[in-house]
């Protein structure tokens, strides 16, 4: 099985030279201002098969909750597909 390209880009990010602080992370977060939390990668411990445990140890988050992954440049490296709903 093929790994999940985000669980990719976030190995990269995490093991690479680059510097994991300088890279943001946006999930779906139910009850936050706009249903949104923004991370720094840097906040994340482990990546597993299907999801990432945050530094608290506690928080794990599945990639499907994963909205987009932003440089510090701000250019986008990964963004969640939306769905076409047929009408």
């Known amino acids: 099985m093929q790994e999940?390209?985000?669980k990719a880009i976030l190995s990269r990010i995490m093991r690479g030279g680059s510097n994991p602080s300088e890279?943001?992370?946006a999930y779906v977060?139910?009850?936050a201002a706009d249903d949104q939390?923004?991370?720094k990668v840097s906040e994340i411990a482990r990546l597993?098969?299907?999801s990432f445990l945050l530094r608290d140890g506690e928080t794990q988050i599945p990639f499907h909750r994963v909205l987009y992954v932003l440089d510090m440049k701000r250019t986008l490296l990964w963004r969640k597909k939306h769905r076409e709903t047929t009408g």
Do not use: A, V
């Open 23 to 25: 890279f943001e992370l």
């Open 29 to 31: 977060h139910r009850g």
């Open 37 to 39: 939390m923004i991370i």
């Open 48 to 50: 597993g098969k299907g």
């Open 4 to 6: 999940h390209p985000l």
